[in-house]
């Protein structure tokens, strides 16, 4: 593999993003965007797992990127800067820095496939909706679900159980600001502030809705994607894989979600 990296011009905070491309120079095919989650980061979501790995041996070009406050990216103070659809202007300017952008009319690879799971399927959801002439394919792991867990988080009962003054008792708050405690170097204010910015912008997938083919991947122990059936209807060209035995933090490490999503892209 040939690994790049750089921080994404125009973008405020900087964001950090990754150009790996397979054995022998850039591919003939599309590249493929990776969205990591919510308090996770490319190299935990992406590369660590084996997806990097799997789609490069495929013979595509792979983009990451961190998303603010995650990772090697910056973390602003600015909550503008997490608002999902700033995070969505910022990866259009990734993909022009990238040479994505402009499109090619003559060109039927130009564009871009994206893989996204959990927070990073919301957005690969709502960026598809809104770039229906870029995107060509999206594979959505681990939600994003019909019901955000964003959206019903405690944001005061996680702030005041971080500051030693009160308990968390919403189940889906205390799993989520548990699994973001697991992850080394994770600046846990920050993430609250990320949760607070996407709470402003209610996912509401019904309002726009991807026209490319979909791939909706979850573990069938991972109360997260619940909605993923309802998503599909909406989609009305989606294709549903439930991954046994795996749960929301671990069915991203599943080799036959890899094995589907590149024969999905292919």
Do not use: C
Request: glycine fraction near 10%; hydrophobic fraction near 45%.
């Amino acid at each position: 593999m040939e690994l790049r990296t750089r921080t994404v011009e125009g973008t405020d905070p900087r964001l950090f993003a990754e150009i790996i491309q397979p054995e022998g120079g850039r591919s003939a095919s599309r590249p493929v965007l990776l969205l990591h989650g919510f308090a996770s980061s490319s190299r935990l979501n992406w590369h660590d797992s084996g997806w990097v790995g799997a789609l490069t041996a495929a013979g595509r070009t792979v983009l990451t990127v961190d998303l603010p406050g995650h990772g090697r990216s910056a973390a602003p103070e600015d909550l503008d800067a997490y608002r999902p659809s700033r995070i969505r202007a910022d990866l259009l300017q990734l993909l022009m820095d990238a040479g994505v952008l402009p499109l090619a009319a003559d060109n039927p690879e130009s564009g871009v496939d994206i893989i996204g799971y959990s927070l990073g399927s919301r957005l690969a959801w709502e960026f598809g909706a809104t770039q229906p002439e870029l995107v060509h394919r999206l594979v959505l792991g681990g939600g994003p679900g019909t019901d955000d867990p964003l959206a019903a988080f405690d944001l005061d009962a996680a702030r005041a159980n971080l500051a030693g003054t009160g308990e968390i008792t919403d189940g889906t708050t205390a799993e989520l600001l548990r699994m973001a405690s697991l992850v080394p170097g994770n600046n846990l204010p920050v993430l609250l502030s990320m949760v607070e910015a996407v709470r402003q912008e209610p996912f509401v997938p019904a309002e726009a809705v991807p026209a490319m083919p979909v791939l909706l991947v979850a573990g069938d122990l991972d109360t997260f994607a619940a909605g993923n059936a309802e998503l599909a209807e909406l989609s009305g060209q989606a294709e549903l894989l439930r991954l046994p035995g795996r749960t929301h933090v671990n069915a991203v490490t599943s080799r036959a979600f890899k094995q589907a999503a590149v024969s999905f892209l292919g």
